[in-house]
T-cell receptor, first 111, second 111 residues
Framework: QQQVKQSPQSLIVQKGGISIINCAYE??????FPWYQQFPGKGPALLIA?????SEKKEGRFTISFNKSAKQFSLHIMDSQPGDSATYFC??????????FGSGTKLNVKP | SQTIHQWPATLVQPVGSPLSLECTVE??????LYWYRQAAGRGLQLLFY??????ISSEVPQNLSASRPQDRQFILSSKKLLLSDSGFYLC??????????FGPGTRLTVT
């Protein structure tokens, strides 16, 4: 059973547009929700993360929106740039032990 | 600061040959350690995780094994590689109070 479901699988956005990636989870015991960015041939790098006690977290052009009642969270990339083209993974964890990853979203920002 | 190393960076091995991938972490003690595999264009599959020396949990039954001979060393092995073992192998660590950090990865091609 997939613990974290991510959509869409791929996304094409024009430069300057907003990229939105969604994730849903089932286990209410999850207490930490990170997003990772991965460029081809590289390991994933932590982008931004949120705890379930806040509804939104913003770091620069990246924002996580968290809906605890719906068990959903999403990544918004404002003013998307070609350099943001990468694969994005959401994840969920309990007590920072095992991390459950979504299936990934390949983002292509067109110039 | 913490650093995670993986080697080799790339590896081409024939079917039926043995495998040994190494991961080491610097700058932290008693970390949780993880091995993931990523098939081309796919998500992250957790293979093994370890909460301490000699303590290994296997997530997926297969012809791979893992060992943790030292606190900050994690080794992925196989006695006989299969074609399906090809992929991008990622080691990661977390210190139980923060997010997971990934290494640079090893690209394995089984021919």
């Amino acid at each position: 059973q997939q613990q974290v479901k991510q959509s869409p699988q791929s996304l094409i956005v024009q430069k300057g547009g907003i990229s939105i990636i969604n994730c849903a989870y089932e286990n209410t015991a999850f207490d930490y929700f990170p997003w990772y960015q991965q460029f081809p041939g590289k390991g994933p790098a932590l982008l931004i993360a949120i705890r379930p006690d806040v509804s939104e977290k913003k770091e620069g052009r990246f924002t996580i929106s968290f809906n605890k009642s719906a068990k959903q969270f999403s990544l918004h990339i404002m003013d998307s740039q070609p350099g943001d083209s990468a694969t994005y993974f959401c994840a969920a964890s309990m007590n920072f032990n095992k991390f459950y990853f979504g299936s990934g979203t390949k983002l292509n920002v067109k110039p | 600061s913490q650093t995670i190393h993986q080697w080799p960076a790339t590896l081409v091995q024939p079917v039926g040959s043995p495998l040994s991938l190494e991961c080491t972490v610097e700058g932290t003690s008693n970390p949780n350690l993880y091995w993931y595999r990523q098939a081309a264009g796919r998500g992250l599959q957790l293979l093994f995780y370890s909460v301490g020396i000699g303590q290994i949990s296997s997530e997926v039954p297969q012809n791979l094994s893992a060992s943790r001979p030292q606190d900050r060393q994690f080794i992925l092995s196989s006695k006989k590689l299969l074609l399906s073992d090809s992929g991008f192998y990622l080691c990661a660590w977390s210190n139980r109070v923060s997010e997971q950090y990934f290494g640079p990865g090893t690209r394995l091609t089984v021919t």
